[in-house]
């Protein structure tokens, strides 16, 4: 099973930018369709983004849309977020997941492997 690992979160101030990184264990990366989280104290995880193995299809939360890129290198085994015109309502922890399928999820059980989170603070 695909191990994932986050980095790239911070701290900024409302409409900076942040890319976030996700790199992944394991030698057949484009199998994975992956995605990206984030969640709150106190609240639910919730979707942002997903994009298909092969990086042709991407799927995105409405809050995030026209702000936020995924994208994914398969020779590096790495998937990126960046995260432009950033608001204090994308503070978070964001988390990068692996589900062993080519086609993009946004929903959560469908992914199975995890990564530990990384924080991203957005100041107003």
């Known amino acids: 099973q695909v191990q994932v690992l986050e980095s790239g979160g911070g701290l900024v101030q409302a409409g900076g930018s942040l890319r976030l990184s996700c790199e992944a264990s394991g030698r057949t990366f484009s199998s994975y369709a992956m995605g990206w989280f984030r969640q709150d104290p106190g609240k639910e995880r919730a979707f942002v983004a997903a994009i298909s193995g092969s990086g042709s299809y991407t799927y995105y939360a409405d809050s995030v849309k026209g702000r936020f890129t995924i994208s994914r290198d398969n020779g590096k085994n790495t998937v990126f977020l960046q995260m432009n015109s950033l608001k204090p309502e994308d503070t978070a922890v964001y988390y990068c997941?692996?589900?062993?399928?080519?086609?993009?999820?946004?929903?959560?059980?469908?992914?199975?492997?995890w990564g530990q989170g990384t924080q991203v603070t957005v100041s107003s």
């Open positions: 997941a692996a589900r062993a399928s080519t086609v993009q999820s946004r929903l959560q059980y469908d992914y199975k492997s």
